[in-house]
């Protein structure tokens, strides 16, 4: 079975300072990974998937097979980056479903 | 936001006592997914449904069931509600395909005293 893991539950940066949150996933086959974003008193929704290759709100993330991971990276936080933020993943054999990971609470300090 | 609403938006409820959570859809996708959420473990997957009647299991369907009579609704049943199914309940839909893409609803917050 496939899994995500999110290491940092917190993380906290200062605005102008770049900031990554991280992604780790587990899964044998070719995975299909996304960047899911619920801003305060917001609904869920998405902030990017690796197989557009974009950047979403100055926004990347690359998808690395060899160290399974697929980090969210941005070179300058503004405040209205602060969010929790989840990662996913849509296995081959998943269909629909996807797989999130625990998340991560960002908070953009002034 | 796609056409997607929750109801009840808040609920506090009794342990033993069945509670139905309706999801609702104007966007007549064929997906349609029961997450809840829990600080520390994300949101995960309870039950979901690739059609009218067609529904499966997701990784903690324990004590959940669930019912699909038509496409826009999707309905999540506790049979005896208890205190571990305290959560933030979350619908989401998605129309399938290679490009497909999951749209949440606002959530509903189930508190089982």
């Known amino acids: 079975a496939q899994r995500v893991t999110q290491p940092e539950k917190l993380l906290s940066v200062f605005k102008g300072a770049p900031v990554e949150l991280k992604c780790n996933y587990s899964?044998?086959?070719?995975?299909?990974l996304f960047w899911y974003v619920q801003y305060s008193r917001q609904r869920l929704q998405l902030l990017l998937r690796?197989?557009s290759r974009e950047s979403i709100k100055g926004f990347t993330a690359d998808l690395n097979k060899g160290e399974t991971s697929f980090h969210l990276k941005k070179p300058f936080a503004q405040e209205e980056d602060s969010a929790m933020y989840y990662c996913?993943?849509?296995?081959?054999?998943?269909?629909?479903?996807?797989?999130f990971g625990e998340g991560t609470q960002l908070t953009v300090n002034p | 936001d796609a056409g997607i609403t929750q109801s009840p938006r808040h609920k506090v409820t009794e342990t033993g006592t069945p509670v139905t959570l309706r999801c609702h859809q104007t966007?007549?996708?064929?997906?349609m997914y029961w997450y809840r959420q829990d600080p520390g473990h994300g949101l995960r997957l309870i039950h979901y449904?690739?059609?009218?009647?067609?529904?499966d299991k997701g990784e903690v369907s324990d004590g959940y069931s669930v019912s699909r009579s038509k496409t826009e609704d999707f309905l999540l049943t506790l049979e005896s509600a208890t205190s571990s199914q305290t959560s933030v309940y979350f619908c989401?839909?998605?129309?399938?395909?290679?490009?497909?893409?999951?749209?949440f609803g606002p959530g509903t917050r189930l508190t089982v005293l």
């Open positions: 989401a839909i998605s129309e399938g395909g290679r490009t497909d893409t999951q749209y």
């Open positions: 899964y044998s086959g070719s995975p299909e």
């Open positions: 690796h197989i």
């Open positions: 996913a993943l849509r296995a081959e054999t998943s269909g629909s479903r996807l797989t």
């Open positions: 966007e007549n996708h064929r997906y």
């Open positions: 449904s690739y059609g009218v009647k067609d529904t």
